[in-house]
C-alpha cells in the first residue's frame, strides 16, 4: 500500500536518508566504544537515551550535509531524475556530505580522549597553524584512517540505486507528487531545527536529555561546529541586578604588596600537557618528573590548582588576563577576540617592568602573538628570533633542552624588574624526544609519559644556568601547565579533574617550602596574585583571586553546555536550562561511581552559595564581554 502511494523516486531518496542515518547511528556506537572508559560508570542505563536523542542531532546534520543532495532528489517534475548521469551527480553530493561527515567525527575519536569535548570551529585554526603538523596525526592514528576508507567504501557499495524498475517515474504534475514535496521540504526544515522550538537545537541542548557525562556522545561532530560557528552568541543574564552581581563575583582587584619595598622579577613558566597525573610530588609516588618533584620541596605548592580551559589556546588568556574559557570556542577565536582586555602585562609594563613572552614555535601560533600584544606591551619571541633553526624538533618547534637554555641567556639580558614567561611544547603530540636523548628517558604507559621525562630534565637544565646568574636571587618563579592530558586513572578524566594541573611558587629568598591542601586555586588567580608579588596596587578586573590573601578561591570552566565551578572536593555545574548539578568526589576516589551526589542540609546551604557565585560569575563575564567593558577605564 505504502508503495503505491509514495513515488519511485520518493522512496528512493528516502532510503538513502536512511543509509546517513545508518551511518550516524553506527558513528556513535563507534565513538562511545572508542571512549567507554571516559564516560560514567552508569554508561549502560544512559546509552538507550543517547541513541535514541543522537537521531535528533544527527537529523540536523543531515539535513545541512545533505542539504543540494535532498534539493536535486526531491525538485518536483524532474526530467532528469531517471538519467545516469543525473543519478552519478546525487551520488556524489551525497557522498561528499557523508565523507564530510566522517573525517569531521573521526578527528573527535581521539580529540575527545584529550579534550573530554567535541571540536568545533576551532578545528580550522589547529589545521592552519603552520606549527601544527597534521602529517604527525595521520603517522600516529594510521589504524583509524584505514578503518574509515574501509567505511566508506562499503557505504558506497550499500548506495541505493535507481534501477530499471525504478525508471517507471511519472514527469506529470499531480497533487500527489506535490504533497510528497512539501511534506519533505517541512520534515527537513524541522529537522533542521531540531524540532518546534523558538531556537535551533544547539549542541548544549544535549544535557536537556542525558547526564552531562553523555553530552559528547549524544551530539555529534557537525552539530558542535555548527554551535561554535556562532561563536559570539551568548546573551546577557540578568540573574542579579548590577550591583549585586558585583557584590557576589567581586571582579574589581586591587592588591596589597605581599613584599615591602621590594620588586622581583617574575619568571612564568608553563608547561605544555603537564597534568597533575604526571607529577610525583602531587601524587605522593615516583612518577615522570625528577626534577620538578626535587623543586617542589623547596616551594610553596598547592595542590588543588585548575586549568581554566582544556586547551592551549583556552589556557593562556586565563593566564595573562585572568579570563576563563566560558564559550563554545576558545575567546581568541570568538567574536569578542578585538575586544580591550589588559593583562598583568599591561599593569607591569606600565610600572616599569620588561615584559617578554617566549614560544620555540612559529611566530603566530595558535594566535599568541596576537593575543597578548592586544592585552598589554609585551615583547614576543618565537622560532624567528631563535638563533639557531637546526634545533627544529621536526614538528612543533625549538627542542625544550635547546630552547630553555637560550631563555635562560635571554633572561640574564633583561633590564631588571622583569616579567618573563616561557611556553614549552616538546610534550606536545607527537610527543618526539632528541635522537641523542632517547636511550636517556624510559617508557610510560602512555606515548606522553617519555616527552614529559624529556621535558623535566630541560626545566633541570635550565634552572642550572639561571642558578649561575645575578638576576636568579631577586626572582620569583611561576611554574604551571596549560592543561591536563592522557591519563591511566579514571579520577583525571571526572569534571573536575580532568583539569588538575601543577601550580607552585618557587623563590628561596621570597618563599619558604610549604604545602596548602586547603586551597582551591585556578589560572585566573594567577594574574591578581603576580600583581601583589610585583607590590602593583592598580585597579583591574579579574575573574580570579589572590592566592596570597583569600582563604579560598575556585576554578570556572564550560564544558559540552555545562557552567562549571571547582571548590575542592566539590563541583558544582549549571546549564543553560538552569539545571543544577552538584557531587564530592576526593582524589582518592579514583573511582568516578564513589561520588556523592547526596548531601545534608548544610551542605545544601554550601550549594545555594556555590550556585550564586557561579551565576554571578556568569553574569559578569557574559554581560562585559558583550559591551566591551571587561577592563577599568583610566
Known sequence: MLKSIIDNGFQVWLKRVLLAFFTSFLFRLIFVAYNFQYFSPNGFAELPKVLFYGLLFDFQAWVYLLALFHLLSLFPFNPFLNKKWFQMIL????????????????????????????????????????????????ISFWYIIIALLLLFFGLVKLYPQLNADDTTIDKKFSIKKMALFLMAVIILFLGARGGMETKPIRSFDASRFVSPEWSAATINSFTQLLTSLNAGAISQLYYFDKKTCIAIAKPYK??????????????????????????????????????????????????NAYSNGATSIESLPAIFTSLPSLLDVPYINSNFQNNTLRGVHYYLNKNKYDCSFYYGAENGSMGFQNFLKTSGPMKYYGINEYPNKTD???????????????????????????????????????????????????????????????????????????????????????????????????????????????????????????????????????????????????????????????????????????????????????????????????????????????????????????????????????????????????
Open 91 to 138: 551520488k556524489i553530493t551525497f557522498f561528499v556530505g557523508v565523507f564530510a561527515f566522517i573525517i569531521i567525527n573521526s578527528i573527535d575519536l581521539e580529540f575527545f580522549k584529550l579534550k573530554n569535548r567535541r571540536t568545533g570551529i576551532e578545528i580550522f585554526s589547529l589545521m592552519a597553524d603552520k606549527s601544527n603538523p597534521i602529517s604527525s596525526y595521520f
Open 254 to 303: 586591587s592588591e596589597p604588596a605581599l613584599f615591602s619595598k621590594s620588586k622581583p622579577n617574575v619568571v612564568l613558566i608553563i608547561l605544555e600537557s603537564f597534568g597533575r597525573d604526571y607529577c610525583g610530588f602531587l601524587n605522593d609516588t615516583i612518577r615522570f618528573t625528577p626534577f620538578l618533584d626535587s623543586l617542589a620541596k623547596k616551594s610553596l605548592i598547592f595542590s
Open 392 to 634: 627544529y624538533d621536526g614538528s612543533w618547534g625549538i627542542w625544550d633542552d635547546k630552547y630553555l637554555q637560550y631563555y635562560a641567556k635571554e633572561l640574564g639580558k633583561k633590564q631588571q624588574p622583569f616579567f618573563s614567561s616561557v611556553f614549552t611544547l616538546s610534550s606536545h603530540h607527537p610527543y618526539k624526544v632528541p635522537k641523542n636523548l632517547e636511550l636517556q628517558f624510559e617508557e610510560g604507559d602512555l606515548p606522553i609519559h617519555k616527552s614529559v621525562r624529556y621535558a623535566d630534565y630541560s626545566l633541570k637544565l635550565f634552572f642550572e644556568q639561571c642558578e649561575k646568574q645575578d638576576w636568579f636571587k631577586n626572582t620569583v618563579f611561576i611554574i604551571t601547565a596549560d592543561h591536563s592530558s592522557y591519563s591511566t586513572t579514571e579520577y583525571f578524566y571526572s569534571p573536575s579533574g580532568k583539569f588538575e594541573v601543577p601550580l607552585l611558587f618557587y623563590s628561596p629568598k621570597y618563599f619558604k617550602p610549604q604545602t596548602i591542601d586547603s586551597m582551591t586555586v585556578s589560572h585566573c588567580d594567577i594574574f591578581p596574585s603576580i600583581m601583589s608579588i610585583c607590590g602593583i596596587r592598580d585597579s583591574f578586573v579579574s575573574m580570579g583571586n589572590n592566592v596570597f590573601k583569600t582563604k579560598n578561591s575556585y576554578s570556572l570552566n564550560y564544558e559540552n553546555g555545562w557552567y562549571q565551578l571547582t571548590q575542592y572536593p566539590y563541583c558544582l555545574r549549571i546549564n543553560q536550562e538552569g539545571k543544577v548539578k552538584m557531587h564530592m568526589q576526593t582524589k582518592q576516589m579514583l573511582v568516578n561511581r564513589d561520588a556523592v551526589t547526596v548531601f545534608n542540609d548544610s551542605i545544601l546551604n554550601y550549594k545555594k552559595e556555590l550556585t550564586d557565585i557561579l551565576k554571578a560569575k556568569q553574569q559578569f563575564y557574559n554581560n562585559r564581554l558583550i559591551i566591551n567593558q571587561f577592563y577599568i577605564k583610566e
